[in-house]
């Protein structure tokens, strides 16, 4: 499993990137906002040490819009991906962007028919938010396993980047499902690899350690 880092933060990357889990970076126009900085200054340095995908998402809603945009973003890295939202005049430039070569991540895919549609318009990655169906009370890790189901069942070479990761639960349900990507906030992940017994197993060894010393140094 791959894990992507949902974020537009370089600091964050960089602290994640030393330990070895950062296959790939997602960001959308709310992470980039928060950063204060230029939109192609903050993708260029991210792209230009993150070995893996760095998903820059279009703004306009028209196909040609889209399009004009993407073949811009695309052209500020070679490990650039642009994202397309879901929708028809999405699913236009992403056919038209896969026949130039350009790879694209359909995003905002909340069911099944939407991650079908986007595999078929040659989409290389769809998006499906897990937390925010359930912040509608459905259940966004069942459509990720929806999701791998179809596109193993069809051979579609599309990845799916389970997005909208909120906790240690949905990350391991994810895992669960056989889904290629998980995207992650910073502030995710330090929970992934916490944990109150570890804590406490830590501190009883050094306990004991202490005591032993203490008595070989009488
Ligand atoms: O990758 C999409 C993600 O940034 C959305 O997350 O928590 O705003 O639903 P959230």
């Known amino acids: 499993m791959k894990f992507f880092l949902d974020t537009a933060n370089v600091e964050e990357i960089r602290r994640i990137e030393k330990l070895g889990l950062v296959d790939g970076v997602t960001t959308n126009p709310t992470l980039i906002s928060k950063e ?13 040490f993150v070995d893996g995908p760095v998903n820059a998402e279009v ?35 992403v056919h038209a962007l896969t026949k130039e070569g350009i790879k694209t991540n359909v995003t905002l895919v909340f069911s099944v028919a939407q991650g079908l549609m986007a595999a078929k318009a040659g989409a290389s990655f769809i998006s499906p938010f897990v937390g925010r169906l ?20 069809y ?3 599309t990845e799916i980047i389970a997005a909208s990761v909120r906790h240690l639960q949905h990350l391991e349900s994810i895992a669960l499902t056989g889904a290629d990507i998980a995207t992650i906030p910073g502030s995710i992940f330090p929970k992934l690899w916490d944990h109150p017994l570890t ?10 350690w202490e005591a032993y010393e203490k008595g070989q140094n009488k």
């Open 36 to 48: 204060g900085r230029p939109f192609k200054e903050v993708i260029q340095e991210i792209a230009g």
């Open 59 to 93: 703004v306009g809603l028209k196909a040609e819009e889209m399009i004009t945009e993407a073949r811009k973003l695309a052209a500020w890295g070679d490990n650039i991906i642009v994202k397309i939202p879901m929708s028809e005049e999405g699913l236009e430039a």
């Open 134 to 153: 359930d912040d509608i009370g459905k259940d966004g890790v069942e459509l990720v396993a929806e999701l791998k189901q179809v596109m193993d069942e």
């Open 155 to 157: 051979g579609y070479k």
């Open 199 to 208: 804590d406490k197993g830590i501190d009883g060894f050094l306990k004991d």
